[in-house]
């Protein structure tokens, strides 16, 4: 009896467009609905409101959304924006969006939704005035950006086959995860990480880890600047001509220069 109202709107929310989701999302930039199921915002960025022109769009700044032939969206660059204050948006309804970049956006509050995108490849949200943890991370990252924010808790698991991790200049702790062998690229420096280093794999070409609590040894050989380990509690952090956080309990302060010596009493 009551079935036909059911199917009439399983039907209307199937048939939502990818432009209506994320105008649901964030409705201060996914501006026009003009008729929820068209693709308005895939053609010439219909209905996005970034507060500038295209002409405007330069070095840091952009204002682009792009869609595959069926209008899913398939990335978001929205950086630099003129935003009024918002919270994160949830983009996690966009099933085909690989590229999600909302980063220098010195307005966007609040914490990252629990739930990320389900094929995200990207994430850039760095720069902006993000608070809370970081929530369970898709398989198919390979590329994260969530530097300079306020974020705090400690680093979920890592996606198997991620390139490239910038948690720089936040607040987070715990220890630091096992780390990808795809991994070429790890910034952490200026947070609260604790306990002793994970192996780091041989596809590693940058390192930053000062300004940490991070004790136990520098893995050595090893092929970074001294100075990315410096400000923790490293015990042979002296000897390899990296410098340790005054206080350090647990580490070698001091190292004799011209190796030890022996009295005899
Ligand atoms: C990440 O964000 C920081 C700060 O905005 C920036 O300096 C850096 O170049 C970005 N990219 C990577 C790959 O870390």
């Known amino acids: 009896m009551h079935l036909l109202p059911l199917i009439l ?4 929310a199937s048939a939502i467009s990818d432009c209506a989701r994320a105008n649901i999302a964030w ?12 693709n308005a915002c895939c053609t010439n960025n219909r209905g996005i409101d970034c507060g500038f022109s295209e002409k405007e ?16 969206i398939t990335s978001i660059h929205l950086q630099n924006i003129q935003l009024s204050t918002s919270t994160v948006p949830d983009f996690s309804t966009l099933t085909k969006l690989t590229y999600l970049d909302i980063s220098m956006n010195a307005d966007l509050i609040g914490s990252i939704p ?3 995108p389900p094929a995200l490849k990207t994430l850039h949200m760095n720069g902006c005035k993000i608070t809370g943890p970081i929530p369970p991370l898709p398989g198919s990252l390979t590329d994260i950006n969530l530097s300079s924010n306020q974020l705090s808790g400690s680093i979920p ?7 490239s991790l910038n948690l720089n200049n936040n607040q987070l702790g715990g220890s630091i995860p096992a780390l990808p062998p795809s991994l070429k690229v790890l910034s952490l420096r200026d947070n609260r990480f604790e306990g002793s280093l994970p192996s780091l794999p041989n596809s590693l070409t940058s390192l930053e880890l000062q300004n940490n609590h991070l004790s136990g040894f520098i893995p050595t050989p090893f092929n970074f600047k001294p100075q990315v380990f410096d400000e923790n ?3 042979n952090a002296i000897n390899l001509g990296s410098t340790n956080k005054k206080g350090c309990r647990n580490a070698i302060m001091t190292v004799p220069i011209n190796g030890p010596t022996t009295t005899n009493i």
């Open 114 to 116: 629990q739930s990320l």
């Open 157 to 163: 698991a890592l996606p198997a086959n991620l390139n």
């Open 9 to 12: 709107l399983a039907g209307a």
């Open 57 to 72: 769009e330069g070095v840091g700044r952009s204002c682009r959304i792009q869609c595959d032939e069926n209008g899913f």
């Open 233 to 235: 509690c490293f015990v």
């Open 27 to 38: 409705p201060t930039v996914f501006t026009d609905v003009d008729g929820l199921s068209t």
